[in-house]
């Protein structure tokens, strides 16, 4: 009984994995998205969906309105957030390497302090040139 209870959850838990994987790439779960141009929309996503202050990785993916992941070159992504009284402007530049599906980037950044981002990226590649600018609480 135990068994085929614990058999039943890893099912579901593979199940689930593979609906939100984006067509199996484990891009783990959706911090926000938002419109990139040419159709496209850009979301990030990390194991835990939160965005954090301090190191971390995350995955970028763009995506036809399908949801079908969507190859479009090279990518940039700058974290900025404005100057607020004395604290001056802050740009934390997110680095990416490809995945093994086109159109899902791995991303790497170290935010220097919790609060509002607005996270810039932008592209230029098959799918042509486009930016989109998601605004992003990092706790
Ligand atoms: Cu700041």
Same mark, same amino acid.
């Given at each position: 009984?135990?068994?085929?209870? $614990?058999?039943?959850?890893?099912?579901? &838990?593979?199940?689930?994995?593979? $609906?939100?994987?984006?067509?199996? $790439?484990?891009?783990?779960? $959706?911090?926000?998205?938002?419109?990139?141009?040419?159709?496209?929309?850009?979301?990030?996503?990390? !194991?835990?969906?939160? =965005?954090?202050?301090?190191?971390?990785?995350?995955? =970028?993916?763009?995506?036809?309105?399908?949801?079908?992941?969507?190859?479009?070159?090279?990518? !940039?992504?700058? &974290?900025?957030?404005?100057?607020?009284?004395?604290?001056?402007?802050?740009?934390?530049?997110?680095?990416?390497?490809?995945?093994?599906?086109?159109?899902?980037?791995?991303?790497?950044?170290?935010?220097?302090? !919790?609060?509002?981002?607005? !996270?810039?990226?932008?592209?230029?590649?098959?799918?042509?040139?486009?930016?989109?600018?998601?605004?992003?609480?990092?706790?």
């Amino acid at each position: 009984m135990l068994k085929t209870v $614990a058999f039943l959850s890893l099912l579901t &838990f593979t199940l689930l994995s593979f $609906a939100c994987g984006g067509g199996g $790439a484990s891009t783990g779960k $959706a911090i926000k998205s938002g419109p990139a141009g040419n159709n496209l929309t850009a979301t990030l996503s990390s !194991a835990d969906g939160v =965005l954090r202050n301090g190191k971390q990785n995350f995955t =970028l993916t763009f995506a036809d309105q399908s949801g079908k992941a969507v190859d479009v070159g090279s990518v !940039a992504l700058n &974290f900025f957030m404005p100057a607020m009284g004395s604290m001056a402007a802050m740009n934390n530049p997110a680095s990416f390497t490809t995945t093994d599906t086109p159109g899902v980037y791995a991303g790497k950044v170290d935010l220097e302090m !919790a609060g509002e981002w607005q !996270a810039q990226i932008t592209y230029d590649g098959p799918a042509g040139k486009g930016k989109a600018t998601i605004t992003i609480t990092a706790q």
